[in-house]
């Protein structure tokens, strides 16, 4: 069974880029410029993990990651949160995600870090 990944940025190129190196490594990929509804989102797609930049437009990712993590159909849903403003995020928080990447961030430590997430994930559904 292919693990599935959804990754929310409003960068077309960080999409393209984690999207062929997911898809590379076996993993079901959709990537989002925007969204209106993250949480019927994960309902209809259920990811494995959902990967969001803190910076959108609109809302940031740390807001939709409290919002996934406060649902209780999307609570079990990993949420990697990745920014360039590290700062800003720790003096925030970190929203009750699962990991934080900053950028620049190496591609093969971000899709262990998935790989990892998406096994762990893949175990407690198991264990259901």
């Not at 292919?2 to 997911?22: F, T």
């Not at 993993?27 to 993250?38: A, H, L, Q, S």
Request: glycine share 6%; proline share 3%.
């Amino acid at each position: 069974m292919l693990k599935k990944v959804l990754i929310l940025d409003n960068d077309l190129g960080i999409l393209e880029v984690m999207e062929e190196a997911l898809c590379y490594e076996g993993f079901n990929v959709k990537t989002m410029e925007g969204t209106n509804d993250i949480i019927s989102d994960i309902k209809r797609y259920q990811p494995d993990v959902f990967i969001t930049d803190y910076i959108l437009k609109g809302i940031n990712g740390g807001e939709l990651c409290k919002k996934i993590k406060t649902t209780i159909t999307t609570a079990h849903t990993p949420v990697v949160i990745f920014s360039a403003y590290t700062k800003v995020l720790q003096s925030l928080g970190f929203y009750g995600c699962d990991a934080f990447v900053p950028k620049p961030f190496d591609l093969t430590e971000m899709i262990d870090l998935i790989k990892n997430l998406s096994e762990n994930q893949l175990k407690m559904r198991i264990n259901l």
